[in-house]
């Protein structure tokens, strides 16, 4: 059962898109470093975020103090990124994927180690096991239990028709989710009444 779950949320990642899932990680943040690699084999050895939702800095009394979160751009503006301070303010997050790592900065720069609690949104890979705990986005777990059902349905013969519709509707409603609308634009020199493209009839004017 394990492995058809596997090979069905690696489909859905296809034909969806990524499936991504929010985890809380505890890391250790060496002193006197400004960045640290984020990534498998990396600095911080774990799977690479896709996006930081919150971190914070624990000392060795379990006192949490919020970093707060920054953009590369907002980073990159503080001239001396060297400052060495007790307790970083802010931390920014260039998720590099052609290497492989991501890179994570904080300022000022740490001069003590600190316990790094990261909350994160990270790229589905696999489930490890049927006992463990996945947080996927709304919709997904309504959709899991009939889809998988119908994967594994040639181990265990057929299905209620029942539960093949509720997997379709599961599904589909998962595709409606992802979906992009895209609108569609009129050039504002098109031709026109007296209030502007706004007015044209695209069935009768002429181009």
């Not at 059902?149 to 379709?168: D, E, Y």
Request: hydrophobic residues 40%.
């Amino acid at each position: 059962m394990l492995i058809k779950l596997n090979q069905m949320l690696s489909h859905w990642s296809v034909r969806l898109g990524p499936i991504h899932y929010e985890t809380s990680e505890t890391l250790t943040w060496a002193a006197a470093q400004s960045s640290r690699s984020i990534g498998s084999g990396g600095n911080l050895d774990t799977v690479r975020p896709l996006q930081l939702l919150s971190a914070y800095l624990r000392d060795s009394s379990s006192n949490d103090f919020e970093i707060r979160i920054v953009t590369m751009e907002e980073y990159n503006h503080i001239s001396i990124k060297t400052t060495a301070g007790d307790i970083p303010q802010i931390i920014a997050y260039n998720p590099t994927i052609a290497s492989g790592f991501g890179t994570l900065y904080v300022w000022p720069v740490p001069d003590a180690s600190w316990t790094l609690l990261l909350n994160s949104l990270k790229p589905f890979t696999a489930v490890s096991s049927l006992a463990s705990t996945v947080l996927l986005p709304p919709g997904y777990e309504a959709a899991i239990q009939p889809n998988l059902a119908v994967w594994a349905s040639g181990q265990f013969g057929g299905l209620q028709p029942t539960t093949q519709q509720l997997a379709a509707d599961t599904l589909a409603a998962l595709e409606s989710l992802n979906e992009t609308d895209e609108e569609m634009s009129l050039d504002p020199m098109m031709p026109g009444g007296a209030e502007g493209a706004d007015e044209i009839n695209l069935w009768t004017t002429d181009t």
